[in-house]
């Protein structure tokens, strides 16, 4: 079965504790990318990954850090997380550029007190 | 730049109710256009999509034009169920540069 999976889904953790949420897909996209979903503010790009060992800053990418050292895996990693950064994050991946679907990950409930 | 300009929501309909949610973009070049839901503790899936003007994506009902005379890529569905309640995201893909809309939730009554 096609899919993105993420791992944790829900993770409470402290302020400055390190932190790294997985993302791994089995369609051998060549793009990948994270978002974080806040209310009012939909969906905002904070990585995306073009394919292996190349990435690039989205909208919102202050505070994390990617790596593309494989193409099915994406991981999202927070070296000091910091209460602004609570949000619902989405992995997503796709096939290459343009007109095709995007395929999302559940979603990871992230909390920093 | 691009942009996407959702309706706020949230929308209330009863069931049956003719549903439309509004969703208009500014694009350099030929975006295509998606919309996607995300069902309560979900993650977003495709719900329908339009790669040039005037086609038209259809998908459970739902049914949205591209108009690049109007920039508007409306969502539609004539008679709503319970089951449809979500959060609706208008999508704009241009090359590399995704834009999303804020989220319309949508919410049916029985």
């Known amino acids: 079965e096609a899919q993105v999976t993420q791992n944790p889904r829900y993770l409470i953790t402290v302020t400055g504790k390190k932190l790294t949420v997985t993302c791994s897909q089995n369609?051998?996209?060549?793009?990948m990318s994270w978002y974080r979903q806040d209310p009012g503010l939909g969906l905002r790009q904070i990585y995306y990954?073009?394919?292996?060992?190349?990435?690039d800053k989205g909208d919102v990418p202050e505070g994390y850090k990617v790596s593309r050292k494989e193409k099915r895996n994406f991981p999202l990693i927070l070296e000091s997380p910091s209460p602004n950064q609570t949000s619902l994050y989405f992995c997503?991946?796709?096939?290459?550029?343009?007109?095709?679907?995007?395929?999302f990950g559940q979603g990871t409930r992230l909390t920093v007190v | 730049g691009n942009s996407v300009t959702q309706m706020e929501g949230p929308v209330t309909l009863s069931e049956e109710a003719f549903l439309t949610i509004n969703c208009t973009y500014t694009?350099?070049?030929?975006?295509?256009l998606f919309w996607y839901v995300q069902y309560p503790g979900e993650g977003l899936q495709l719900l329908l999509k339009?790669?040039?003007a005037d086609d038209k994506g259809s998908n459970k009902g739902f049914e949205a034009t591209y108009r690049k005379e109007t920039t508007s890529f409306h969502l539609e569905k004539g008679s709503v169920q319970v089951s449809d309640s979500a959060v609706y995201f208008c999508?704009?893909?241009?090359?590399?540069?995704?834009?999303w809309g804020a989220g319309t939730k949508l919410i049916i009554k029985p």
């Open positions: 997503a991946s796709r096939p290459g550029q343009g007109n095709t679907e995007a395929f």
């Open positions: 339009a790669t040039k």
């Open positions: 694009a350099t070049g030929y975006p295509s």
């Open positions: 999508f704009l893909d241009s090359n590399y540069q995704l834009i």
């Open positions: 369609m051998n996209h060549e793009y």
């Open positions: 990954s073009m394919n292996v060992e190349v990435t």
